[in-house]
Each structure stands twice: as structure tokens, then as C-alpha cells.
T-cell receptor
Framework: GAVVSQHPSWVICKSGTSVKIECRSL??????MFWYRQFPKQSLMLMAT?????????EQGVEKDKFLINHASLTLSTLTVTSAHPEDSSFYIC?????????FGPGTRLLVL | AQSVTQLGSHVSVSEGALVLLRCNYS??????LFWYVQYPNQGLQLLLK??????LVKGINGFEAEFKKSETSFHLTKPSAHMSDAAEYFC????????????FGTGTRLQVTL
């Protein structure tokens, strides 16, 4: 069964609004979770590492003020896309680790109009 | 530094034929290697992984992969393709004891025809 859930699975919003995506670890506590972005027909690009109780670590080129990450509990990390624009439209996927393996959520498709 | 190269962005096989998806890696230290499958509009599902134990790794859905250090390869195979195998396949590498940043290949789309 699924070990990582994401909500919502689909979201459509107007340009300029903010969107929050939730990522939950269902079976184990997760001190570290990862957020990825995937453009159509492309691979996954790591955006940031979410750390429980501390600030997220962002990859080079990812705007931390644009993509706010909060890892407030051991089972929940959230990604907020602030002031979304059409170029932020993408498929966002989170993952959590167990040992050496990452387990991925089902993804959230964001469409900004 | 680590990297993954997947040769062939698109592979087409007939149902019942052998599936071979290629993955070569580059890593300065012993790698951990993974194959994930992604169905349309879904997240990634772990197929199998190599973590320095047996070099021939068996995964779900009849897939297997062999780690060949001399060739820096981790090709994915399945003896007989099924229509349900049509999906995007990603090879990924990390090289730490606990899961850290995964570096993904660009993916290979597998098409299975009748």
C-alpha cells in the first residue's frame, strides 16, 4: 500500500494566488522528506530537502521565498507555491526516506491560469 | 559527483518480447542504484534496488537488474513484456549510507505493442 500521500492530487488556481500541497508519511516518521518538480516528459528535479524542525535546504536555482516548505511534524511536510504564475504549472512529487530508499507520493498536478 | 545516463528515451517492444532498458552510472564512491516506474499522472514506484549486496537484483512485476561494476551499468530486464508494463522508467543513483539526494536519469518510455 501507499506509504506517502499527497493532497490535493490536482489543483487549478488563478495567477497570483498561493497554493499549499501536503505530503504525509503514512507508515513511518520522517525527519527528512524531499520535494521534486517534474515537467512534462522530463525527469524529476529535486527542489529541496525538508527537515523536521528546521529550515529546508533548497537546491541551487530554486527560490526559497517562492516555494515555502514547512516540516512541522514527523509525518507532514507542506510545500506552498506563493504568488503562483503559469510557469509554476508542473507536477510536484514528494518523497520520504526509509534507510537507503526513497518512497514517493502520487504527485500533485498544479495548473496556474 | 554522481550521474546517470539512460540510453534511449523511447523503447518499443512487442508483447512477450524481452525488455532491456539501459542505465549507466558515474559515481566516485560505491553507488546505490534504483529503478523506478511511473505510470501516467502518478508518482514513482520502486521496482528494485541495488545496495551492495547481490549484484543480480530481482524486483516486482518480473523485472530484474544486474549491477556490473566493470561496465558501470545497471540495466533493467524482463524476459517477457506485458501490455501493463508500458510506462516511464527511471534509473537513479545515490551514494550515501542513508537515502540522500537521488540523481535521476532522463527516463525511458517503454511502449508495448501487440
Amino acid at each position: 500500500g501507499a506509504v506517502v500521500s499527497q493532497h490535493p492530487s490536482w489543483v487549478i488556481c488563478k495567477s497570483g494566488t498561493s497554493v499549499k500541497i501536503e505530503c504525509r508519511s503514512l507508515d513511518f516518521q520522517a525527519t527528512t522528506m524531499f520535494w521534486y518538480r517534474q515537467f512534462p516528459k522530463q525527469s524529476l528535479m529535486l527542489m529541496a530537502t525538508s527537515n523536521e524542525g528546521s529550515k529546508a535546504t533548497y537546491e541551487q536555482g530554486v527560490e526559497k521565498d517562492k516555494f515555502l516548505i514547512n516540516h512541522a511534524s514527523l509525518t507532514l511536510s507542506t510545500l506552498t507555491v506563493t504568488s503562483a504564475h503559469p510557469e509554476d504549472s508542473s507536477f510536484y512529487i514528494c518523497s520520504r526516506t526509509l534507510g537507503e530508499t526513497q518512497y514517493f507520493g502520487p504527485g500533485t498536478r498544479l495548473l496556474v491560469l | 559527483a554522481q550521474s546517470v545516463t539512460q540510453l534511449g528515451s523511447h523503447v518499443s517492444v512487442s508483447e512477450g518480447a524481452l525488455v532491456l532498458l539501459r542505465c549507466n552510472y558515474s559515481s566516485s564512491v560505491p553507488p546505490y542504484l534504483f529503478w523506478y516506474v511511473q505510470y501516467p499522472n502518478q508518482g514513482l514506484q520502486l521496482l528494485l534496488k541495488y545496495t551492495s549486496a547481490a549484484t543480480l537484483v530481482k524486483g516486482i512485476n518480473g523485472f530484474e537488474a544486474e549491477f556490473k561494476k566493470s561496465e558501470t551499468s545497471f540495466h533493467l530486464t524482463k524476459p517477457s513484456a506485458h501490455m501493463s508494463d508500458a510506462a516511464e522508467y527511471f534509473c537513479a543513483v545515490t551514494n550515501t549510507g542513508t537515502a540522500s539526494k537521488l540523481t535521476f536519469g532522463t527516463g525511458t518510455r517503454l511502449q508495448v505493442t501487440l
